[in-house]
């Protein structure tokens, strides 16, 4: 095999493995997302409080990036990965319970003065 060969080879190793990654991603925000709608089969109507739903997600997200990135700072305990790959999965849950959601969301009939 020539090195043009190896180089395509290994190109295709790293797509392969990049689809198994996204397939594992999404599996689990899928999961998380059938998890919340189980236990809290109740969802917000307005989309004000929905989206708030995912901006606290979101911002748990961000905690945990802080405390990975700045370990100084860090006042939680255990593997910052983890919390980091958890509270990415829930933000992409509830980011999806919101879209699912889309069609339901009430809608101001007037005007605010």
């Known amino acids: ?5 190896q180089a395509a080879r290994a190109e295709r190793r790293k797509e392969a493995d990049m689809q198994v990654k996204q397939s594992d ?15 809290y089969p109740l969802w917000p109507t307005d989309p004000v409080h929905a989206a708030g ?5 979101a911002g748990e997200l961000i905690q945990a990036a802080l405390d990975h990135t700045y370990c100084d700072l860090n006042h939680h305990d255990g593997d910052t990965l983890k919390r ?14 919101f879209l699912v959601n889309l069609s339901k969301y009430k809608k101001c009939d007037r005007r605010q003065e």
């Open 84 to 97: 980091m790959e958890k509270e990415a999965i829930q933000t992409g849950a509830m980011a999806l319970r």
């Open 25 to 39: 991603a999404l599996g689990n925000i899928f999961r998380e997302f059938e998890r919340a709608t189980t236990l």
């Open 1 to 5: 095999m020539n090195a043009t060969q």
């Open 53 to 57: 739903i995912v901006t606290e997600e």
